[in-house]
């Protein structure tokens, strides 16, 4: 079986192609509101999955990491705008007080299928 990788660097890659599936590294973007976090988050989730060959119309999971649930509904409100209805994935939100860096609010892992 093929691997390919995408945005190869020296501690990880952006995305990975594997058997027909595609996963994502979690992605963080920055932003003032954990809303404007998940916008820009979600575009570029959007961007690598079209790189990869697809998009999100067929995503098989997400886990989302917030740094407070208290922004759980806000996280939702764009993460509800931004799913296609009836194709959304297995999904898992957690708790995870310190991202990668203090600005981070919100990070997002996809798996996702290639047509």
Do not use: C
């Not at 390919?4 to 599936?21: D, F, L, W, Y």
């Not at 590294?25 to 509101?33: F, S």
């Not at 600005?103 to 047509?115: D, K, Q, S």
């Amino acid at each position: 079986m093929t691997i390919k990788r995408i945005q190869t660097g020296p501690r990880m890659s952006q995305a990975v192609i594997h058997n027909k599936t595609v996963y994502l590294a979690g992605q963080v973007a920055p932003g003032v509101t954990v809303a404007i976090q998940t916008r820009n988050v979600l575009a570029a989730i959007d961007a690598l999955l079209v790189e990869a060959g697809t998009d999100k119309s067929r995503l098989l999971s997400a886990t989302i990491w917030l740094t407070s649930m208290a922004t759980f509904a806000e996280m939702n409100g764009v993460w509800e705008s931004w799913v296609v209805a009836g194709e959304t994935p297995a999904r898992a939100t957690v708790v995870s007080p310190q991202l990668a860096s203090g600005e981070y609010r919100i990070e997002i892992a996809v798996v996702a299928a290639l047509p």
